[in-house]
């Protein structure tokens, strides 16, 4: 029962919050308006969802905007140079992720720390294969992320898209059922005779897939990349996962909520703009509608605690 | 059935436990054969968790040997405290408990699995397959366990421990896991069932073992026992605790007084009994909470607490042993918001004369002590305050003898001068010691004694159901 | 305390050889100027590395993500109030702890009164200080104060006045969590708080406290930093949110919380500014920096948790 109470805090935020920019820009209500509202989602959605899967097996991670821009460094140049070199870069960063769940869970390290010290590794890589702003989108990855299906515009697919996959893997599949209950009781997992230090490893490297997935589908939007590109994704990510529902120990996580987290997260910016707010005010305005959402969250789980 | 039907599930030969000094479990030979219903009691620190933890390989002997002569696989242990992961659903825990079930669908094997043994256990439950379980009752949740402990989970149970099953399930909801068990019994199944509900274990077990101090003291069939013979056979030999209730004060005004309907007197030392983890913890961090703040401390506190769980509530395990008996102090003592390091210093020599505490240094590590002097830590911390009120809970695991008699003594002389003590033990004979005693079960007061009736019997009495289980 | 390692001292060890492996390259050359550097610099890391342990302190999930957005709206209402004025310095340093006594606040009620969890509390507040500095600093590039700006880029026996300044706080501090009873009732939370809690200490206080004192050593360093370079500057606090959590990881104190260790993070936030002008000046590219940087954080982390579990 309080699953359903978690998803319904983040659909009537982004309901809410769509309904007013209709409102106020009835023109936004078409299929050129929805793309431009969404452009940007699709990387943030990927990047809470990788967010999302630390956060299931209470740790966090503050590298995720660094490894995204290195992701998209390696995309715009390897990748676009060398494509088989530049795959083989991103499945050494999707293991390298796996290695780190493996080594913070058997050592027992503070994620928090083990993320930062990270974060500057990778921001330095990045540096490294890209020490000035440039690079290009592969070919295909452009035609995809510009791809103009029918009916709804391609942000709105992939997003649908992300939430239905994910959702498969974390919470309709055997295994992410069993990385859930890392979350919820590692000690019940491990009496069960499962292998915690494996598992983590898997919910890291998973996360790992992600961030790699969000480089590529940012390169594909902004057609070049730099090596500061996503350094906003690490917080931005983590304020995803909690608007949509999920919470930091327990985990108590919703794919589908962290997908609408990132648009309305997406959106929020959007709104500000047609609002004519001031443009002073835009970031602030984003912290305030964080706040409110989170104060709602309040009022609902106190609901659904005394319900 | 199974093939070889007179093998035992498992079989303990002089299996021995240590934890330090600590005799646990200290020799016990044992088995469970199939079609057994073996009913296990004993009083607190029996070393009944340990043996259920011999039997389901948390930990190993540390001499002796347990067997399992058909396999291991097949043991299920139900364990008292919840071991299921609260943010999934029935059907999900089962498949923590069930890796072998994969696939695609193994969301609707699940479901039918847990519904039906459910079903077969309890009867009637109301419990979806589907609920998360921190959407379930404490009771529900309890169900759950026992439901998964006896599902198939691609083989069959064999042998299920039982500890404490029936600790949040109503009476009727009892009764059906009572006949389930009888039931699976019958039909070849083992199971070993810890309860402190006296009834209960009559109505099921076939056999009754008594532990007491980490030695099997009875092993005999149900039907040799009879209720007041249990009770003897797990009860301490009578002590001549007493005879030190002279001198005694009269008791001032009621200064405690709460919902539950706890009550002390200035000057008293009211004791909380019953078996462990029936609310009388709870009751006291309540008590200790509601008369302190959070936001706000004075220069002399209103009550102080001693922690029996050291680890989650008492040590401070970065500091030294210094540091830790002046924390509640240091309010008092201050210059200007400064530490008075020189009355510190003092404060902590002198209570490490008074009560005694080994070691060189009073700047070494706490942790470097052992558990009964970590204890004495404890006590010097709270009876160097000022407080009118001493809220001990379970202060005495690990003490030993000689300090304990000392620690007695200065409870009765802090008395005398007016403090109140208000102190849990899971020991009798401590708590026969105090001047009232409430005795807690299902977390409410099931006896007020005092004086005379204050007696180990009584005591045993009030913290056993002793109806039948209806 | 004896028994007790004294991982403070890893970090003065790890400054010096920095400072003494740049100086190999040049010959000695130049050592007053690199001194100098590192204490101006380190002065500031050391400020907020210091609210910044205070708060990590506290224990598991206390961490405060909104220092960048407060050392920036400090050093912006601190300047325009100032607005180049001679002799209004006081009146801009009143200005900018006010600014932080209001910000810690802020950060405490939300995470007191709506439970949420610190990161997710300063994250969310840090966007609107930022709104709040951007909005109050629009279009203006004000000066400090002459007299502001010479004393914080000047010196005073040869040890520039920032670092006096973070000397002086670093003596305040340590002074407090080793002296003082709210140090003590500091660190016993933050080793368990219920424990502490138990033994009587005001809990929520503390945290209170703690809350408030992080944001005003923010705001004391972006008011300093500000009248240091010339000016405010919207992004002035960026690189200070990971580096303040460095600091305090370098410096020795545990991440679990309930230790902390002034002097270590003095030695950190000169270490983390001498690394860079080594790898600098041994020609090192801003990616190489980096990636050493991180690498040397999580080499800390493990040995700590070595030496943490050996016992």
């Known amino acids: 029962m309080l699953s359903k109470y978690r998803i319904l805090l983040p659909v009537v935020s982004l309901a809410v919050l769509l309904a007013l920019t209709f409102w106020m820009q009835p023109r936004a209500m078409s299929y050129f308006g929805l793309n431009l509202l969404f452009n940007l989602a699709v990387p943030i959605a990927l990047a809470t969802i990788a967010q999302m899967l630390i956060i299931m097996v209470n740790d966090i991670d503050l590298s995720l905007g660094a490894f995204v821009s290195l992701v998209a460094c390696v995309t715009a140049t390897y990748l676009n140079d060398t494509p088989a070199l530049g795959l083989l870069i991103l499945v050494a960063l999707v293991l390298g992720y796996a290695a780190m769940g493996a080594v913070i869970h058997v050592l027992d390290l503070p994620a928090i720390v083990v993320t930062l010290g990270m974060s500057f590794v990778w921001g330095g890589l990045a540096l490294f294969i890209l020490p000035t702003p440039g690079g290009a989108a592969p070919g295909w990855l452009r035609a995809v992320m510009t791809v103009k299906p029918p009916l709804m515009p391609m942000a709105v697919v992939a997003a649908i898209v992300i939430a239905a996959v994910t959702h498969l893997l974390v919470i309709r599949s055997g295994i992410g059922t069993v990385l859930r209950g890392v979350g919820g009781n590692a000690r019940s997992i491990a009496r069960a005779g499962w292998n915690v230090a494996q598992l983590k490893a898997l919910a890291y490297g998973l996360a790992g897939l992600f961030g790699v997935l969000a480089g590529m589908a940012l390169v594909g939007l902004t057609t070049s990349a730099d090596a500061n590109i996503a350094l906003r994704y690490t917080l931005l990510s983590i304020a995803g996962v909690i608007l949509g529902g999920g919470e930091f120990i327990g985990g108590k996580v919703s794919p589908v909520g962290a997908v609408i987290g990132a648009l309305t997260l997406t959106l929020a910016a959007s709104f500000l703009s047609f609002l004519r707010l001031s443009p002073d005010w835009q970031i602030g305005a984003q912290g305030a509608i964080l706040i409110l959402v989170l104060t709602a969250r309040l009022l609902f789980s106190r609901r659904g605690a005394a319900a | 059935m199974n093939h070889d039907d007179n093998a035992p599930v498992v079989a303990l030969t002089r299996a021995a436990r240590h934890f330090g000094p600590v005799k646990a479990l200290d020799g016990v030979s044992l088995s469970v054969a199939p079609g057994d219903c073996l009913g296990l009691v004993g009083h607190n620190g029996a070393g009944k968790s340990t043996l259920v933890n011999l039997i389901n390989g948390t930990f190993g002997p540390s001499a002796g040997e347990v067997t399992f002569p058909g396999g291991a696989e097949g043991v299920r242990s139900v364990f008292q405290e919840l071991s299921l992961c609260p943010n999934l659903t029935v059907a999900e825990n089962l498949r923590i408990a069930h890796p072998n079930l994969k696939g695609f669908g193994w969301r609707r094997a699940a479901r039918a699995e847990i519904r039906e043994s459910l079903d077969r256990v309890f009867p009637g439950h109301g419990i979806d397959p589907d609920a998360e379980v921190d959407s379930l009752s404490i009771a529900q949740r309890q169900m759950v366990e026992i439901a998964i402990g006896f599902a198939p989970r691609g083989g069959r149970a064999r042998l299920v421990i039982l500890d404490e099953p029936t600790s949040s399930l109503d009476a009727g909801i009892a009764e059906q896991l009572l006949s389930h068990v009888t039931g699976f019994c019958a039909a070849g199944g083992a199971v070993i069932f810890i309860s402190h509900m006296l009834g209960e274990v009559f109505a099921v077990a076939s056999r009754i073992v008594v532990l007491k101090d980490g030695r099997v003291v009875a092993d005999r069939p149900a039907d040799d026992f009879t209720r007041s013979g249990l009770v003897d056979a797990m009860g301490h030999v009578a002590t001549e605790a007493v005879a030190q209730q002279a001198a005694r004060s009269e008791p001032g005004a009621v200064v405690i007084h709460t919902p539950n309907g706890l009550e002390a007197r200035q000057g008293e030392v009211v004791g909380l009994s019953g078996l462990a983890g029936h609310g009388q913890a709870a009751e006291l961090a309540r008590l200790y909470f509601s008369q302190t703040s959070d936001w706000r401390a004075g220069r002399a506190a209103q009550a102080v607490f001693v922690a029996g769980d050291r680890p989650r509530d008492g040590v401070l395990p970065l500091w030294s042993i210094l540091r830790n008996i002046s924390i509640s102090v240091l309010p008092r003592d201050a210059k200007r918001g400064l530490v008075d390091r020189a009355a510190e210093s003092r404060l902590a020599q002198e209570w490490k004369a008074r009560i005694g505490i080994r070691t060189d240094d009073l700047d070494n590590p706490i942790l470097s002590l052992s558990g009964g002097n970590q204890q004495k830590v404890l006590f010097a911390r709270a009876l160097a305050s000022d407080a009118a009120v001493v809220v001990m809970d379970d202060p005495m695991r690990g003490v030993d003898v000689g300090t304990k008699q000392d620690v007695y003594a200065m409870i009765r002389a802090e008395a005398a001068k007016g403090r109140t003590f208000l102190w849990y033990s899971t020991e009798t004979e401590e708590v026969c010691q105090c001047d009232r005693v409430f005795v807690f079960r299902n977390g409410a007061i099931s006896a007020e004694l005092t004086g005379a009736e204050i007696t180990e019997e009584r005591i045993l009495e009030a913290s056993f159901e002793m109806q039948e289980a209806s | ?311």
């Open chain 3, 1 to 311: 305390m004896s028994g007790f390692a004294k991982p403070w001292l890893w970090a003065w060890i790890a400054a010096g050889a920095a400072f003494a492996a740049t100086l190999g390259l040049t010959a000695g050359r130049g050592a007053g100027e690199l001194a100098y550097a590192a204490m101006s610099f380190g002065a500031f890391a050391a400020i907020v590395g210091m609210g910044q342990m205070l708060v990590i302190t506290l224990g598991p999930g206390n961490v405060d993500l909104s220092i960048p957005a407060c050392m920036t709206l400090a050093g912006t209402l601190a300047l325009k109030v100032m607005g180049s004025d001679p002799g209004t310095a006081w009146l801009g340093l009143a200005v900018a702890l006010a600014t932080g006594l209001g910000v810690g606040l802020a950060n405490f009620a939300l995470i007191w009164l709506l439970r949420l969890p610190p990161i997710i509390a300063t994250l969310a507040a840090s966007l609107i200080y930022q709104s709040l500095a951007i909005w109050s600093n629009r279009g203006l590039r004000i000066k400090p104060p002459e007299g502001l700006a010479d004393f914080a880029t000047g010196r005073m026996l040869g040890v520039p006045n920032v670092a006096w300044v973070a000397l002086l706080l670093a003596l305040a501090t340590w002074v407090m969590l080793e002296r003082s009873v709210w140090g003590r009732w500091l660190l016993a939370s933050g080793q368990n708080l219920r424990a502490a809690r138990l033994a009587g200490v005001p809990v929520q206080a503390v945290r209170a406290a703690t809350y408030v004192a992080v944001a005003v050593f923010a705001a004391l360093a972006g008011y300093l930093l500000a009248s240091f370079s010339g000016g405010a500057a919207l992004n002035m606090g960026a690189e200070y949110l990971l580096m303040s959590i460095a600091v305090v990881v370098i410096g020795g104190s545990s991440i679990a919380g309930g230790n902390s260790n002034v002097p270590g993070v003095l030695g950190a936030a000169l270490f983390m500014f001498l690394v860079v002008s080594m790898l600098n000046s041994y020609g090192a590219g801003a990616g190489v920096k980096s990636v050493l940087t991180g690498a040397i954080i999580i080499a800390i982390v493990i040995a700590a948790s070595a030496r943490r579990s050996r016992p």
